[in-house]
């Protein structure tokens, strides 16, 4: 088991875009395992490898309440199936302690490649809908708090800057 370190907003590193993985190796598996126990031990219920500090896309995820349904998308793209939209209160290991209401497309088509490079496809709704966009964006350098208000994001930076500045003390 290793526990890899989480970056956290506003570091610039989070906004590196990821490169698309070339090949699905023991070594993309080796990350793949890492971020598990890295996203459960958190806890979290999603973690993509631009959180640490690695910049391949690759996301984790385990929506499920006693975590057992690990899945794993490896260069992942979404297509939006319903232009509906869904509210949710959103969270992220990198922006620790804060949650707001970020609003996305409720019902997406997502394509990727699993822990053996095997292709798939899946159309999740709701709370996993949401947080495999949540994770993409990590991919393209985004985070959920640039969907909110630019006055709550100052906010939100300013107190994790003082956190922070004390853990460096
Ligand atoms: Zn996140």
Known sequence: MALLPILEFPDPRLRTVAK??????????????????????????GLAASQVNVHKRVVVIDVS????????????????????????????????????????????????????????????????????????DHLNGKLFVDHISPFKRTRIRAKLEKKHKAEAR
């Open 20 to 45: 698309p993985v070339t090949e699905v190796d023991d070594k993309i598996r080796k990350l793949v395992d890492d971020m598990f126990d890295t996203m459960y031990d958190a806890p979290g219920i």
């Open 65 to 136: 309440e006693d975590k057992s349904q690990p899945m794993v998308f490896i260069n992942p793209e979404i297509e939006v199936l319903d232009a509906e939209l869904c509210e949710y209160d959103e969270g992220c290991l990198s922006v620790p302690g804060f949650y707001e209401t970020v609003v996305r497309p409720g019902h997406i088509r997502v394509r990727a490649l699993d822990r053996d490079g095997i292709p798939f496809e899946i159309d999740p709704q709701g709370v996993l809908a949401v947080c495999i966009q949540h994770e993409l």
